[in-house]
């Protein structure tokens, strides 16, 4: 089992960036694909970003691509989101998730992720 934690949130304007952090608890961090979702109230949560087990493999919202990009650091057990030339439409709250399937490289689906943490709020003003 791993438990996860995000943080970086936060207020800012368009065209600003930030980096989201998801620490995770749990020595086996490294056996698990990880992924960002995002979810504003009213909605259904939405993929954003995943990445392998060895940090080999991105995938990523159309929307996103070419400006966030996901990493991760295994031997820090952290994965990290870092969001470029945001805009008012990325307002959400943001989750990190855990996928523990063995045999798949990276999925957009939530359905597939096994763990999640509690959100971090990112807000982007007009």
């Known amino acids: 089992q791993v438990q996860l934690v995000e943080s970086g949130g936060g207020l800012v304007q368009a065209g600003g960036s930030l980096t989201l952090d998801c620490a995770a608890s749990?020595?086996?961090?490294?056996?698990?694909?990880m992924g960002w979702f995002r979810q504003v109230p009213g909605k259904d949560r939405e993929f954003v970003a995943a990445i392998n087990r060895s940090g080999g493999t991105t995938y990523y919202k159309h929307s996103v691509k070419g400006r966030f990009t996901i990493s991760r650091d295994n031997a820090k057990n952290m994965v990290y989101l870092q969001m470029n030339s945001l805009k008012p439409e990325d307002t959400a709250l943001y989750y990190c998730?855990?996928?523990?399937?063995?045999?798949?490289?990276?999925?957009?689906?939530?359905?597939?992720?096994?763990?999640w943490g509690q959100g971090t709020q990112v807000t982007v003003s007009s």
């Open positions: 749990g020595r086996t961090f490294s056996s698990y694909a």
């Open positions: 998730a855990a996928d523990r399937r063995v045999g798949y490289s990276t999925s957009s689906r939530p359905s597939d992720y096994d763990y």
